[in-house]
């Protein structure tokens, strides 16, 4: 059964948890419609990659983005101190997605980039090194310093209302008119 939406605001209330609420709160994150990336790096024994939306940027000067990272993940405690990649997702992707999501598909094709690996064939990729790590609750909000990048044409990969969906790429260049 797909759940009514409330026309009332669910009230915040610190401390005061149920599962209900907590449905409702994640509901209510849903409606924000985000893109889709991977996190790319080499932990101390393994390589690792995790899916995420939570990407966003944060500084032109110095370049900065932003992922924030569940502390029940294995990537979690890894993350800490080291150069990840960024890689965002190109809407035919969403295998690559679900494969760092928990439901592992064929091995993907890595790139060895200087500061951290990334992934072949993605829409856009941002090479960082460490910057800052703050307490986010039950998350860790990583920040980078982006050291390199680059993207190519295409449609995007986009996550709204728990499912994917896929943004059509806009005029090319426009970024070269604003
Ligand atoms: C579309 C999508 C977005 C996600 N966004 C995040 C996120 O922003 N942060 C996070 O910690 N997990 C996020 N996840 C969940 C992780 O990808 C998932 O828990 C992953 O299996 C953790 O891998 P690990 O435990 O091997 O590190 C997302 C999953 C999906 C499918």
Redesign the pocket.
């Known amino acids: 059964m797909i759940a009514k939406p409330r026309t009332e605001p669910v009230p915040v209330v610190p401390g005061r948890t149920s599962a209900p609420r907590d449905h409702h709160f994640r509901g209510s994150l849903g409606r924000f419609a985000?893109g889709?990336a991977i996190v790319t790096f080499d932990g101390v024994t393994k390589r690792?990659?995790?899916?995420?939306?939570?990407?966003t940027s944060v500084s032109m000067d110095p370049p900065l983005v932003l992922?924030?990272?569940?502390r029940?993940?294995?990537?979690?405690n890894?993350l800490a101190g080291r150069p990840f990649t960024v890689n965002i997702l190109g809407a035919e992707q969403r295998q690559l997605?679900?494969h760092?999501?928990?439901?592992p598909g064929p091995e993907p094709r890595w790139v060895e980039g200087e500061t951290a690996p990334r992934l072949s064939s993605v829409l856009a990729y941002f090479e960082c090194k460490p910057w800052a790590a703050y307490d986010g609750g039950d998350?860790t909000l990583y920040i980078g310093e982006v050291v390199d990048f680059n993207y190519r044409n295409g449609d995007a990969l986009a996550?709204a209302n728990s499912t994917?969906t896929t943004i059509p790429e806009s005029q090319l260049g426009m970024e070269d008119l604003l």
């Open positions: 985000t889709v690792h990659g995790i899916t995420v939306n939570s990407f992922v924030s990272i569940a029940t993940t294995r990537a979690h890894e997605a679900m760092f999501a928990g439901r998350h996550f994917f």
